[in-house]
């Protein structure tokens, strides 16, 4: 009888489970399609706010905020996709939430930025070597890419490899070096670039520049300067009477 019984709770309780489960499924699946239902509507309000807007003088506006520390001839940019199905946003430090539509920059960003034509520009205006690196996987450019990367990575990367050749080596210590090859945009074609990182004195012969992009309503775009690691400048433009200009970056425009 004991045994029966005892069959009967296992079952009871097994069952409960499963209908729980599958409640806490439905409950998941509607709340993921009510995130994406909201993702999309922040895309599409950005994009209709956008709409036949020019971007070509804006850039040439960002090119002229850069600025550079004189003594160091050789830039890695720091090149990141703006958006992937598999990427998250970051919300706070602790909450990290799944993006289905990419409303932070879905018109314009750093992968429309970085392109032959702008860093081409930049080399001229500041007589520097650019050597793009893909600072998602933390690779430079020398071999072919593969398809599954995106449009506008695949094209730079492609420019790219049609550059000059160069050495990136990082030094742990005397016995210890990690050498990577890779293509840039060089300002001298004759120089043999060797780009040194040493780990022990925390020397290195390049600086590193990254640019973040956010679209916001009313035709604004905030841009995030960094250079090398933590030093970080942030640069705010509105489409105002068919010009681009500058207007103060209020904190709601920090990210």
Known sequence: MMKKYLSFLL??????????????????????????????KKCNAIIKDFENISFKKLEKIVVEN????????????????????????????????????????????QSDFWT??????????????LIPRNGTRDEFIYDEITSKSTTNFRKLSADTRKQQEG????????????????????FHRKENLVLENDVRTVIRNYDE???????????????????NEDNSIFKTYQYQNKKWVEIPTIEEYKF
């Not at 199905?85 to 314009?108: A, E, F, G, Q, R």
């Open 11 to 40: 079952v009871f309780f097994f069952a409960l489970s499963y209908s729980q489960t599958g409640r806490d499924t439905v409950a998941e699946q509607k709340y993921i399609d009510e995130q994406k239902i909201e993702d999309f």
């Open 66 to 109: 850069i600025i550079f520390d004189n003594t160091k001839r050789n830039i890695i940019i720091d090149y990141r996709p703006s958006f992937s199905l598999n990427s998250v946003m970051i919300i706070d430090k602790y909450d990290y939430t799944p993006v289905y539509c990419n409303y932070s920059n879905p018109l314009y960003n």
């Open 116 to 129: 032959k034509k702008n860093i081409k520009l930049m080399v001229k205006k500041f007589s520097k070597n």
């Open 167 to 186: 050495k990136y080596i990082k030094i742990y210590n005397e016995t210890n070096q990690e050498v990577q090859n890779f293509f840039y945009f060089p």
């Open 209 to 227: 520049l990254h640019l973040k992009f956010t679209n916001y309503l009313d035709k604004i775009v905030t841009v995030k300067y960094k250079y």
